[in-house]
């Protein structure tokens, strides 16, 4: 059975700012203002990755007052690092 790939989700990380913002979260719960510094990046440009992100299902957002802070969701990570190990395994039983 052939396992499909998220292309769409791949486009999205693909962009090393957008792969370097998600690591950040990936270690704790960050506000805007945080990810804006650790990434490194002016204020516009992560805030459109993190709409890209929030809308690709990777990170989710918490509300909290005057701050939006973001985290990893780990199962879309999960589950598009599961699809790459379903398709070596299928390239692996053909040799």
């Known amino acids: 059975m052939m396992t ?3 292309t ?18 990936a270690q ?7 990810l804006v ?5 002016r204020q516009t440009n992560p805030s459109n990755h993190l709409r890209v ?3 690709a299902g990777v990170v989710e957002t918490e509300p909290c007052g005057r701050f939006t ?15 790459f190990a379903d398709l070596a ?3 692996v ?3």
């Open 28 to 34: 704790e719960t960050l506000c805007t203002t945080h």
């Open 89 to 91: 395994d299928t390239d």
């Open 37 to 41: 510094e650790q990434a490194g990046a």
């Open 93 to 95: 039983g053909r040799h």
């Open 4 to 6: 499909s790939v998220d």
């Open 69 to 83: 802070y973001y985290k990893l969701r780990p199962d879309v990570i999960a589950s598009l690092a599961g699809r």
């Open 8 to 25: 769409d989700l791949i486009r999205v990380l693909a962009d090393p700012l957008r792969l370097r913002i998600v690591t950040l979260p």
């Open 53 to 55: 992100l929030r809308e």
